[in-house]
């Protein structure tokens, strides 16, 4: 257990509204991620954060913003949601390197929040 | 952009039946990851490969990284229902390693 947690787990929301997604850890990590699962997409990385204040884009950042004022806390904001913004998103943290050696680099997902866009 | 091309994107077969799923790409990745997914859960990380031709065994899965490391497979004997779910690759692009790609996942449905 990585110590994630995600919420709101589900919403609903309308066109137009603003949206804000939390995530949270527990265990210091300094890489946190979030990303969008879509049917025959698998998962793709909106932003991701190195540590307190930086962030960075991934592929598919237009629409989405982050912060990241606490270490333990990544918010993915959608300024303007859009129909095209339903998804599940999931925030997922990067742990050391990992037992396979080198410097192979291991995720761990949270439990995800299902978005609604109306 | 490094992409993982995944297949089949769907399986379904009978219990105690062996099945192979596939992880193609014309890049090479520094290390390659597998992941397994349940309905309404994330991904849970099943195990990482960083050696070309690298073999790895998880009780009735068996893991290979492709010698190029372009390519990975997942083996699994004996399927059981307990095993179905979506399953993922992942894998690293050399020089970015705390960034992974993902492949599109193969959905296995293992019926009693």
């Known amino acids: 257990d990585a110590g994630i947690t995600q919420s709101p787990r589900h919403k609903v929301t309308e066109t137009g509204t603003p949206v804000t997604l939390r995530c949270h850890q527990t265990e210091n990590h300094r890489y946190m991620y979030w990303y969008r699962q879509d049917p025959g997409h698998g998962l793709r990385l909106i932003h991701y954060s190195y540590g307190v204040k930086d962030t960075d884009k991934g592929e598919v950042s237009d629409g989405y913003s982050v912060s990241r004022s606490k270490t333990e806390d990544f918010l993915l904001t959608l300024e303007s949601a859009t129909s095209s913004q339903t998804s599940v998103y999931f925030c997922?943290?990067?742990?050391?390197?990992?037992?396979?050696?080198?410097?192979?680099?291991?995720?761990?997902f949270g439990p995800g929040t299902r978005l609604t866009v109306t | 952009t490094q992409l993982l091309e995944q297949s089949p994107q769907f399986l379904s077969i009978q219990e105690g039946e062996n099945l192979t799923v596939y992880c193609n790409s014309s890049?090479?990745?520094?290390?390659l990851q597998w992941y397994r997914q349940e309905p309404g859960e994330g991904p849970v990380l099943l195990v990482t490969v960083v050696t070309g031709g690298e073999v790895k065994k998880l009780k009735r899965l068996t893991f290979q990284f492709g010698d190029a490391r372009k390519d990975s497979s997942l083996h699994i004997t004996a399927a059981q229902p307990g095993d179905t779910g979506l399953y993922l690759c992942?894998?690293?692009?050399?020089?970015?390693?705390?960034?992974?790609?993902f492949g599109s996942g193969t959905q296995l449905t293992v019926l009693p």
């Open positions: 890049s090479v990745f520094s290390s």
């Open positions: 992942a894998g690293a692009p050399p020089g970015s390693a705390r960034q992974l790609t």
């Open positions: 997922a943290i990067m742990g050391g390197a990992g037992l396979a050696g080198g410097n192979a680099y291991e995720q761990y």
